[in-house]
């Protein structure tokens, strides 16, 4: 006759050994993989669906020629915070919102995850962006309404499947 006790501890011993114990029979011995399998399974999933960070947005705010500002996408000071967009094609959104540019971004190549031209309710300054090689990333370029007029007559890679959208009457 078997105690519980002894029975508790033959299962202790057979899954501290593992599901590789002889003395499991075959259908126990899958199950404990099935087990391992499922638990694999919804981990992937549980990673997989795990929120993806999203780009900064970063504005474009020079200040005048005296306070450091310039034309340069890679100057710090031509972005509020201090610091220019990452070049990367998924770190950083570009946002041109202001109601006038000391400085308008024309020289520099950079990778940027995309551009916004407004912001919805401000009206803003026309913007040109010129002499600047870009690569856009997935966020591509979207123009809110109340901005102003914009042209783009540089060089431009997509670096991902994107979509420009114009929001502004102009």
């Known amino acids: 006759m078997i105690t519980v006790e002894s029975s508790l501890a033959f299962v202790s011993s ?10 499991l029979p075959l259908s126990s011995r899958l199950k404990g993989w099935r087990l391992a399998g499922f638990i694999a399974s919804a981990a992937a999933i549980l990673w997989a669906a795990a929120p993806v960070s999203q780009a900064a947005t970063i504005d474009w705010s020079p200040p005048n020629a005296g306070g450091g500002g310039s034309v340069t996408w890679a100057t710090g000071t031509n972005w509020t ?11 950083d959104i570009a946002r041109f919102n202001g109601t006038s540019y000391n400085f308008q971004p024309n020289a520099g190549t950079t990778s940027i995850a995309g551009i916004e031209i407004g912001n ?33 007559s540089s060089n431009v890679t997509l670096g991902a499947a994107q979509s420009w959208t114009n929001n502004s009457s102009t």
């Open 81 to 91: 915070g201090g610091a220019a967009p990452a070049n990367s094609l998924t770190t």
């Open 120 to 152: 919805g309710t401000t009206a803003t300054a026309a913007l040109t962006l010129s002499g600047t090689n870009l690569s856009i990333g997935a966020s591509g370029i979207t123009k809110f309404a109340n901005s102003g007029t914009a042209a783009i």
């Open 14 to 23: 057979s899954i501290s050994a593992g599901i590789k114990s002889p003395h």
